[in-house]
């Protein structure tokens, strides 16, 4: 009897929660998407392209482009490897889902890649991994996300150090984006899953506007 009490209780939680949702692998690899049952969008107030508010583990959040797909269960929610990292949660955590009203476009973004994936590289950051990432695009980001870009035959992988306004906001075509500055240390982002403020970042001499 106990056990059915236990789970009477789990389903009626979850019912009057219909915003928490089971983490399931994406099948677009975008890092800016995540996907959910069609139904459900609509029992939440959400619409196809909507920009919404993922809520992880230590109390760590993420912006995402919510698109419907009807070939998952109404009580998931697919997304990539980036974003459950950036959320810090693995596939069959728990998150919370709602619509991000406050987002705006962005006047100015600050990025930089993280050491070890660019070691050895002499080509343009912005021409060859930026600006195809986010051109036209409109893709929302949180300043502390990391997020990988392939180009050029190699995955560069970036940390957001800043964004105006913060602490997200939608890369539009009139977003500047700076990507000048020492690379990030891997050791560092690896031993603070927490947000880690960078003191050190100096002068690689690139500003670049997204034009």
């Known amino acids: ?46 619409f196809r392209g909507d920009t919404v508010l993922i809520k992880g583990k230590k109390r760590r959040d993420a912006v995402c482009i919510v698109l419907s797909d009807d070939s998952i269960s109404d009580d998931k929610i ?27 476009y962005g006047k100015m973004i600050h990025v930089l ?22 051109l036209e695009v409109y893709r ?11 180009g050029g035959m190699r995955a560069v992988e970036f940390k957001v150090i800043e964004t ?6 939608i890369v539009a075509p009139d977003t500047v984006i700076h990507c000048e500055g020492e690379p990030v240390k891997r050791e560092e982002e690896e031993e603070s899953l927490n947000e880690v403020g960078y003191d050190d970042i100096g002068g690689c001499r ?6």
């Open 113 to 134: 890649p993280i050491d070890d994936t660019v070691e050895g590289l002499t080509r343009n950051l912005f021409d060859v991994f930026l600006k195809p990432y986010f």
């Open 140 to 150: 929302p980001i949180r300043k502390g996300d990391m997020f990988l870009v392939r």
């Open 1 to 46: 009897m106990a056990h059915q009490d236990e789970l009477a209780t789990a389903i009626f939680k979850n019912k009057s929660r219909p915003n928490r949702l089971l983490v399931e692998e994406a099948i677009n690899d975008d890092n800016s998407v995540v996907s959910m049952y069609q139904a459900k969008m609509e029992e939440l107030q959400l």
């Open 78 to 104: 697919r997304m990539n490897r980036v974003v459950r990292r950036n959320l810090r949660v693995r596939l069959g955590d728990i998150v919370s889902v709602k619509a991000c009203l406050d987002v705006n």
């Open 164 to 169: 105006d306004p913060s602490p997200y906001c």
């Open 206 to 211: 690139k500003t670049t506007s997204s034009d």
